[in-house]
Nanobody
Framework: QPQLVESGGGLVQPGESLRLSCVVS????????LGWYRQAPEKERELVAT????????YADSVKGRFTISRENPNQNTVVLQMNSLTPEDTAVYYC?????????????WGQGTQVTVSS
């Protein structure tokens, strides 16, 4: 069973930066897409950014130009979200998400989430 473990959340002031990292373990199969979603209090979970194994990236309009997603490690089992120029509206729990081959099908997996708080 694949596991996704996030790290890097915390409390920062507006205008500062944070770097989130997510490592996938427990699988020897292909990882097609890794990405980040976020959920603010009393709001729906929303897409932040995704990156496929062939290098295609996708961003929410609200983070374009400020956030950068990248896949790392030779087997691309790590996804990093560099977040710059953070605003209070970026405050949320950030979840790592992966589309991973199980041997018979592609399935969705989620991390436990990491809190990002932007406040002065």
């Amino acid at each position: 069973q694949p596991q996704l473990v996030e790290s890097g959340g915390g409390l920062v002031q507006p205008g500062e930066s944070l770097r989130l990292s997510c490592v996938v373990s427990g699988t020897r199969f292909s990882i097609h897409t890794l990405g980040w979603y976020r959920q603010a209090p009393e709001k729906e979970r929303e897409l932040v950014a995704t990156a496929t194994s062939d290098g295609i990236t996708n961003y929410a309009d609200s983070v374009k130009g400020r956030f950068t997603i990248s896949r790392e490690n030779p087997n691309q089992n790590t996804v990093v979200l560099q977040m710059n120029s953070l605003t209070p509206e970026d405050t949320a729990v950030y979840y790592c998400h992966g589309v991973i081959w199980t041997g018979t099908s592609w399935s969705d997996y989620w991390g436990q989430g990491t809190q990002v708080t932007v406040s002065s």
